[in-house]
């Protein structure tokens, strides 16, 4: 008796070797929309609109970073604070990280007495280096 090939027992259970990436494409997209809105959200800082000057580029401010808002706030990192605590805490908060530079980022449409104050305050607190935060200038032609 001659065997028969083909459909025999075992060969017809309707297994497929493709692989079905539809779901997984949906999870990625998903995933990807989520990112894309939440991205500008999770740059922190102050809210400070730095003037423009011709400047040498810091990778990351390593040390303690003050900022000035429009309003004429003080802010050290993130966190709020008053004048007359600022003075008498910054250098301790200096040591206590034991930073060497200190970076100052001021919105161009503050007093510039105010940054002048601000600055001298730093300065007192005994660090190698206060640094002044800037945007880059945009080449001529480029609005």
Do not use: C
């Amino acid at each position: 008796m001659p065997r028969r090939r083909g459909r025999g027992r075992g060969h017809d259970l309707g297994y497929s070797a493709e692989i079905n990436v539809t779901s997984l494409v949906d999870v990625v997209l998903t995933l990807l929309v989520i990112f894309i809105i939440t991205a500008p959200m999770m740059q922190g800082g102050v809210e400070v609109s730095i003037p423009r000057a011709q400047t040498q580029s810091v990778a990351s401010p390593e040390g303690v970073v003050v900022s000035i808002d429009r309003t004429g706030a003080i802010f050290v990192g993130q966190a709020r604070v008053r004048w007359e605590e600022f003075t008498t805490q910054f250098p301790l908060l200096v040591k206590e990280r034991g930073a060497d530079n200190v970076y100052l980022r001021a919105d161009e449409a503050v007093p510039y007495g105010r940054v002048v104050q601000v600055l001298g305050a730093m300065k007192s607190a005994n660090v190698a280096t206060v640094g002044l935060i800037a945007e880059p200038e945009r080449p001529a032609g480029r609005r």
